[in-house]
Each structure stands twice: as structure tokens, then as C-alpha cells.
């Protein structure tokens, strides 16, 4: 069963526009989030993380929210740049151990 | 600075062959993993070491999938028998496990074809 899922396989956004990935997972132990970024023929690479203490990290033009309560978490780019075309990855954790990815979400910026 | 590096890129091999994929972890990362990922699907977690703990074996599919760490650095993942399900690509990270950061740092996998 998948216990973390992205539910939009893509999406398109303007250049110099807002975007927001989403991913919901199921398992209330998970204490540790974090998303991650990937081009073709590359391997993931971190983007950004948050802990359950936190309901929100910034970093720069990224910003990660977490809404425990609806088990919820989402990444928001600000603004966009084209560069930012790729897919992305969120994944959770429960004390560091196994960690369990979502499908991922292919985002495209237009420029 | 040297990233995590894998071995092969790429392998073809034919059905009921056996494979070994290598992964060689950034220096003095106590955390290595593996993954895997078929077409149009996530990560999916396949084998965890940590130090000198007994691995999280939890993620392999079956018997046929096996891996090593030696020395603590260089891991070796092997499928025996392989299927033609077993085509994927295999990405192995590998982390600090310092503290509270659990960021993992990904090599740029092997793709496996199985014929």
C-alpha cells in the first residue's frame, strides 16, 4: 500500500508564478519529511526538509508546509523559473529509518 | 567532492542471469540504501544499512534480491535469477544520519533491462 502518495502526476505553471506540489501520506508516525528534486538520467537530489515539531521550513524561493492533522504536506516554489522543470519527490520517514516515497509530480515552468 | 557514485549506468542482461550492481557511498556516511524504481512509479525502499547494525532487509522482494555493505563504504546489490520485472533502475543514497538530518544523497542509479 502506498503510504505516502502525489496525487497530481504533472503540473504547469508560468515562469515568475507560484508553484504548489502536493503530497499526502497516511501513516501518523512519520516525524520527518522531506522533498526532493529530479532530472532525467539523474539521481534525486535533497530539496528541502521538515520536521513534525515545524509546520513550516523556508528556504530561499522554497518553502515546505506541514499540516499534520490532515496528514498533508506541500512544497511551494516562489516564483518559479524554468530551471525548476523537473519531477519532485516527496518522502517520509519515522525515526530515520526506511523511508517511503511518493510517485512524483512532473513540474513544468513555462518560461 | 566526490558524490555517490554507481556501477554500472547501464546493464543489460538476459533472463535467469544473475547481477551485481555497486554502489560506492559518499566518505564517512554511516547510512547506505537502496532503491528502486520501475516506469511510472516512486522510490520503492528496498535495503537499509546503518553502521554496524544488522540491515533493514524489509523492502526486498524476494530471495533472489541480496546486498552487502563491506567495511562499511562500498555496497553490492545482487539479483539472482533475474526476471523481467527486475528491470528498473537502482538507486542507492547514502546519508550522515547525524543528529536530526536524515538527508539522503542519491547516486545516478543503474538502469537494469532484463531480456
Known amino acids: 500500500d502506498q503510504q505516502v502518495k502525489q496525487n497530481s502526476p504533472s503540473l504547469s505553471v508560468q515562469e515568475g508564478r507560484i508553484s504548489i506540489l502536493n503530497c499526502d501520506y497516511t501513516n501518523s508516525m512519520f516525524d520527518y519529511f522531506l522533498w526532493y528534486k529530479k532530472y532525467p538520467a539523474e539521481g534525486p537530489t535533497f530539496l528541502i526538509s521538515i520536521s513534525s515539531i515545524k509546520d513550516k521550513n523556508e528556504d530561499g524561493r522554497f518553502t515546505v508546509f506541514l499540516n499534520k492533522s490532515a496528514k498533508h504536506l506541500s512544497l511551494h516554489i516562489v516564483p518559479s523559473q524554468p530551471g525548476d522543470s523537473a519531477v519532485y519527490f516527496c518522502a517520509a520517514s519515522a525515526l530515520g529509518n526506511q523511508f517511503y516515497f511518493g510517485t512524483g509530480t512532473s513540474l513544468t515552468v513555462i518560461p | ?115
Do not use: M
Not at chain 2, 556501477?7 to 557511498?25: A, F, H, I, M
Not at chain 2, 544488522?54 to 562499511?72: M, N, Q, V
Not at chain 2, 539472482?80 to 527486475?86: A, G, L
Open chain 2, 1 to 115: 567532492g566526490a558524490g555517490v557514485s554507481q556501477s554500472p549506468s547501464n546493464k543489460v542482461t538476459e533472463k535467469g542471469k544473475d547481477v551485481e550492481l555497486r554502489c560506492d557511498p559518499i566518505s564517512g556516511h554511516t547510512a547506505l540504501y537502496w532503491y528502486r524504481q520501475s516506469l511510472g512509479q516512486g522510490l520503492e525502499f528496498l535495503i537499509y544499512f546503518q553502521g554496524n547494525s544488522a540491515p533493514d532487509k524489509s523492502g526486498l522482494p524476494s530471495d533472489r534480491f541480496s546486498a552487502e555493505r563491506t567495511g562499511g563504504s562500498v555496497s553490492t546489490l545482487t539479483i539472482q535469477r533475474t526476471q523481467q520485472e527486475d528491470s528498473a533502475v537502482y538507486l542507492c543514497a547514502s546519508s550522515r544520519r547525524d543528529g536530526r538530518t536524515y538527508e539522503q544523497y542519491f547516486g545516478p542509479g543503474t538502469r537494469l533491462t532484463v531480456t
